[in-house]
């Protein structure tokens, strides 16, 4: 299974109350106290399909009594795409946004985005107004070199001046 289709996979407490019959509360309180089957990332419950279903058919061949799921190959794939969620989650440094960028190379915003536009670094896929920077570039560009590549030369207020004055007929 990869990467992107463990995460797919994942449903919202939305969609756990709507396919249970239940509130959208009555779901996450169950969950809390473990009784229907989620996975936690960080602050948000996501549920698996799969095992939301095998648990609705265990509870459903009982009497109406409160049952514990027995270890069924659904929850070992279960506990293989909760571990691999897991994975995705401590790789979060997949993209960065500008300001962590910043830090990392000790320069300003305004210089991470002529990096950006010169291509020093790679733009990751961005989603409103928020630039995301591809983590690998930053590390890529602080392996090449300790500085990364020069801005642009300035030139200083009187040679400007100067060059204005020469102008004037």
């Known amino acids: 299974m990869s990467a992107d289709s463990a995460v797919t996979?994942?449903?919202s407490p939305e969609w756990a109350a709507e396919?249970?019959?239940m509130t959208v509360a009555w779901?996450?309180?169950a969950a809390e106290?473990?009784?229907?089957p989620c996975i936690r990332l960080k602050a948000d419950v996501r549920f698996d399909p799969i095992a939301i279903k095998a648990w609705v058919r265990a509870r459903?061949?009982?009497s109406g009594a409160p049952i514990e799921m027995e270890s069924t190959p659904t929850e070992k794939e279960?506990?293989?795409l909760r571990a691999e969620v897991r994975a995705l989650v401590s790789a979060s440094d997949l993209a960065i946004s500008?300001?962590?960028t910043a830090r990392r190379l000790g320069c300003g915003r305004t210089r991470v985005f002529e990096l950006l536009k010169q291509?020093?670094?790679s733009p990751a896929k961005s989603y409103g107004r928020r630039t995301m920077v591809l983590a690998a570039s930053v590390e890529r560009l602080l392996a090449d070199g300790a500085k990364p590549v020069p801005p642009p030369r300035r030139r200083p207020a009187t040679q400007i001046e100067a060059e204005i004055l020469d102008l004037k007929p």
């Open 78 to 80: 279960l506990h293989a």
């Open 119 to 121: 291509g020093a670094l």
């Open 33 to 36: 106290r473990g009784d229907v």
């Open 98 to 100: 500008a300001d962590e």
């Open 27 to 29: 779901v996450l309180e």
């Open 19 to 21: 396919y249970l019959g």
């Open 9 to 11: 996979a994942l449903r």
């Open 60 to 62: 459903s061949k009982q």
